[in-house]
């Protein structure tokens, strides 16, 4: 089993500045990957098992059937799974796939975390191991060119983790992606679909207040890295969505006026009673937003596959 490394070594003080310039920005900012500290990566699991908390229910059964329609494709590709996480996803894909099938595919997760990647890739061989597992620690926004070309490459990339790139982020996303697939390669792209707002806004705004807890952790992973003094309590979670972007927004939003200080800063931060952090965006897509993102790759769509209320989609490009 080999697990490339191919991140760069991101230093403590590069974490620093990109926090303070996210909050000295107007609005504030935090960027969404600082979420997941190892507290906040447990708080995201409870989240993925709240009833509200729709999109992996409906993701993981369509993950299933998909698979088993997709079985001819999957032959003599190096599966490439952008964002693998702890593979979860992976397995019941490939739980549908025969075993004479899986014996000729080499599968590529590719992640940030290089803990996740050796920790799932050793369960994957137990698992699978009549398949080839070749791990890749990077930033697949970065690093998508690195995988072999030699043979067909299928990619995953589900979860509507791309949902939180921005729109124009999520174009050029599509646009790097089309320039690294060939005619014989294909896409399998998860997305959470428009639907009643009240069901998305539940599900950003769980009765437990676990998605509370999961937003204002990270205050707690801000103040690890800048010494700052943000108490969580002093914010309140909100999460609602923006209809004319298509996106559950989520903020922070200060219950009175405060001032943050830090020993790494020579003025404070202040903010106003009512003022918010920008702290997650979570786009929902419609298949006419889908046409488009196939057409800023260059690529065709070939199917929609989705459940039958169509609250959540694989959308396939070729
Ligand atoms: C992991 C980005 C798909 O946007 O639904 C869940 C993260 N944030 N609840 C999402 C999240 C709040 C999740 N993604």
């Not at 590719?110 to 061989?125: F, H, N, P, Q």
């Not at 009765?207 to 205050?219: C, H, M, P, Q, Y």
């Not at 939003?253 to 965006?281: M, Q, V, W, Y």
């Amino acid at each position: 089993m080999i697990i490339e490394d191919l991140m760069p070594e991101i230093g403590e003080s590069s974490i620093k500045e990109k926090l303070v310039a996210c909050l000295k920005s107007d609005p504030k900012t935090l960027p969404c990957m600082f979420f997941y500290d190892p507290a906040g990566s447990e708080l995201f699991e409870k989240i993925t098992k709240l009833e509200e908390y729709y999109p992996p229910k409906i993701e993981i059964p369509l993950l299933r059937s998909t698979a088993r329609k997709l079985n001819s494709d999957l032959k003599d590709c190096n599966l490439v799974e952008l964002g693998s996480g702890d593979c979860s996803k992976i397995s019941v894909f490939l739980d549908e796939v025969p075993e004479e099938v899986r014996q000729t595919i080499v599968y590529y997760p590719m992640d940030v975390s290089r803990e996740a990647l050796e920790k799932s890739a050793r369960i994957l061989r137990k698992r699978y191991p009549e398949m080839g597992i070749h791990g890749v620690n990077a930033d697949f926004l970065e690093h998508m060119e690195t995988i072999p070309g030699n043979r067909k490459k299928f990619f995953c990339f589900f979860g509507s983790t791309i949902g939180n790139l921005t729109e124009l982020r999520t174009m050029e996303f599509m646009r790097h992606l089309g320039d690294v697939m060939n005619s014989n390669d294909r896409l399998l792209l998860g997305v959470d679909m428009v639907k009643d707002i009240t069901v998305i806004e539940r599900a950003y705004n769980d009765s437990r207040g676990i998605t509370a807890e999961f937003n204002k952790n990270i205050l707690k992973v801000t103040n690890n890295h800048l010494g700052t003094n943000f108490n969580p309590d002093d914010f309140e979670h909100l999460a609602f969505f923006n209809k004319e972007l298509s996106r559950i927004e989520m903020h922070l939003k200060a219950k009175k006026d405060l001032e943050i200080t830090s020993p790494l800063l020579n003025e404070s931060i202040t903010f106003k009673r009512g003022e918010t952090i920008h702290t997650e965006n979570s786009h929902k897509y419609t298949v006419d937003h889908i046409s488009k993102m196939a057409d800023a790759g260059g690529l065709s769509l070939a199917n929609i596959y989705a459940d039958g209320k169509k609250w959540f989609s694989l959308a396939e490009m070729v």
